[in-house]
C-alpha cells in the first residue's frame, strides 16, 4: 500500500514476506486446535489491514487472540494493527505478548522496540535491542539504537556496516545521515546525507531532522517515521491480557507442586505469564502492491498469512531512489506538532509494609516461565511494574515437576510480614504471587538461589 504525504512524495511501504517457518509458527495453533474462527478472524484481519481499514483489522484481530491467545502470530498481526493505527502502548503489549510466547522475527523485535520509544519508554527499547543484536539487520538496528537516546552507539554500528559492506546501499547511508543528525554532528550528516538526496533538497531535508530533533519530541519522530497519527491510548484489552491464558502444563505443574510442598502463606499459586519485557519494533504494515525495486521479498513455500513491514529508514527523494534504483530512505514525513499519547497507567501504589526485612528470611514468588530467557524478561518486566522491587535480588530457579521443566522466577531479602505485604501488592495488580521461607523453597527445585547477572544499561 502507497501513502502520499503532504509534500506528494510516495512512500513506499517495502514488503517482507513471512517465511515458511514463521508462516507455519502463526497457523500452527490454528491446526492443532481445529479452531476455524480463529483463522478466520486472522486471515479477515489481514485483508482490511491490506486495505487500510485499521480499525476493521484490530477488530478482528482482538478476536483471532481472543479464540487462540497463545499463537505468537496472532500476538504480532494485533501488534501491527495497533501499530497502524498509531496506538504505541497498545502496540507495545501485543508484540511483546509475541516475543513472551516464542516469535523472535526481527520484524517484531523492531516493532516492539519502536512502539516502547514512542511511548517514552527508551530504556526497554535499548534491553530487546541489544538482546536481539545479532538477528538485527544492521542499518536497522543502528537507526533504532539513536532513536533509543543512544546516538553514538548507533554511529558506531552503522559506520561499521558501511565499512564492511561490499556495496552501501542509500538506506544504509541514510540511516547514518539521520543518526549524525541525531547525535548533533550536523557537518556528518550533511556530507552524508547529499549522497542520496539532490542538492535542491538537502537543506529541506536537514530542517526536517532538526525540527524533530529535541530529546522530548520522541513520539513524533516515531510517528513520521512510520507515517501514522498518535492516538491517545489506555492500553490492549483487559480481557486480551496474556497473563489470563497461562500455558496448561505450567499452571497445572505449579499447582502440583505447591500442594506437595509446606509454604509459609498456603495460597494458590497463580502462574504470571511474562508482562511485555520492559525492552524495541518496525511497524507492520498493509502489503504493498509491488516490492520496490532492489528489494527482495521471501515467500512462504505454502500459501499462508502474510507479514509486511517498513524497515528503519528514512525515505529518499523520489527522483534519487529512481536514479538509483534502491529502496527508499528515511522518512521525513509527519507533523512535528503531532499530539502526544496518554501515559501508560501507573504502577499500583505501594501497599504497607512492615519493617521486618532486615530478617530477610522469606522470598516471594512471582511468576513460572518456559524458559531462562524468559523467566529474565518476566523480571525485568515486574521490576518495572513494581518500583518496590528495585532493592531486591531476583532469584530464577529451574524446577522440574511432573517430568515437565520450566522457572521460577522470585525476589529475596524480605521478612514473613513484607513478603506478605509485597504479595498483596502483586496480587491487586492482577498478578499471581505467593510467599515462602528460604528455608523450605517450592517443590521440584532442580537448582536453588540461580541469580540473575545485574544488567549494566
Known sequence: MDRKLKTGIATPRLALAVTTAIAGLAMAGCMASAAPRADVSFGSAQTALA?????????????????????????????????????????????????????????TVLS???????????????????????????????????????????????????RSAEQATPKLRQNLAYTYALAGNWRAARVMAAEDVPADQLEARLSQWASRSAPELFQERIAAMLDVTPRADAGQPQRLALANFPAQEVMVAEAAAQGASELAYAEPVKVADPAPSATFTAAFAPAAAAPEPGVATVAPAT???????VPVVQELPAAAAQSRR??????????????????????PAPAPVASDKAAASHLVQLGSYNSKIEAERG?????????????????????????????????????????KAMCGTVKSAGRGCFAYAATTPPAGAVKRDVRMAARTR
Open 303 to 309: 500459501a499462508g498469512p502474510r507479514f509486511v513491514s
Open 112 to 162: 516492539f522496540a519502536l512502539a516502547k520509544i514512542a511511548t517514552g519508554d527508551s530504556r526497554a527499547a535499548v534491553t530487546v535491542l541489544d538482546e536481539y543484536a545479532q538477528s538485527l539487520d544492521a542499518a536497522d538496528l543502528g537507526l533504532a539504537l539513536a532513536l533509543a537516546g543512544q546516538p553514538e552507539r548507533g554511529v558506531h554500528v552503522l559506520i561499521n556496516a558501511v
Open 379 to 419: 523480571w525485568n518486566a515486574l521490576k518495572a511494574k513494581f518500583p518496590q522491587l528495585k532493592d531486591h535480588q531476583p532469584v530464577i530457579t529451574e524446577a522440574l515437576v511432573n517430568g515437565r521443566t520450566f522457572w521460577r522466577v522470585a525476589a529475596d531479602g524480605f521478612g514473613p510480614n513484607s513478603a
Open 51 to 107: 486495505k487500510g481499514q485499521v480499525d476493521k483489522a484490530i477488530m478482528h484481530a482482538e478476536a483471532a487472540v481472543l479464540a487462540e491467545p497463545r499463537n505468537p502470530g496472532f500476538r504480532a498481526l494485533l501488534g501491527a494493527a495497533y501499530l497502524e493505527a498509531g496506538r504505541f502502548e497498545s502496540a507495545a503489549t501485543s508484540f511483546g505478548d509475541a516475543l513472551d510466547l516464542g516469535d523472535e522475527n526481527p520484524r
Open 326 to 347: 534502491a529502496p527508499g530512505a528515511p522518512r521525513v514525513a509527519g507533523n512535528a506538532s503531532q499530539r502526544r499519547m496518554a501515559a501508560p497507567a501507573a504502577a
